[in-house]
């Protein structure tokens, strides 16, 4: 991810713990993340800000996560976001507390 994605993708998590209008999203590129990852990461931040329902986390990730996530529906991404739970790069953590 280049550092400008990082910087947006720092802004989103922002919007997105806060409650904020999901408007001001702005889509990243993430490279050599596959579809489970970025579940993953959507189920991690879930778990660890408790801020919006899991569709709101399928609704974030399918924003930032545009182009990786085009020709995936909302319902397909809620349904799979503790899959396979120690696949893929990003791992699912019970506790971000201890990372």
Do not use: C
Not at 20 to 37: C, E, G
Not at 69 to 98: A, F
């Amino acid at each position: 991810m280049s550092d400008d994605d990082l910087q947006l993708l720092g802004n989103n998590i922002i919007i997105y713990a806060e409650g904020l209008n999901f408007d001001k999203i702005t889509p990243v590129k993430a490279k050599d993340l596959s579809n489970l990852d970025l579940y993953h990461f959507g189920w991690n931040i879930w778990n660890y800000f408790k801020a919006a329902r899991q569709d709101r986390t399928a609704q974030f990730l399918k924003l930032t996560f545009a182009e990786a996530l085009k020709d995936v529906e909302e319902n397909t991404i809620k349904r799979h976001l503790k899959d396979d739970e120690q696949k893929g790069l990003i791992k699912i953590m019970e506790d971000l507390g201890d990372f």
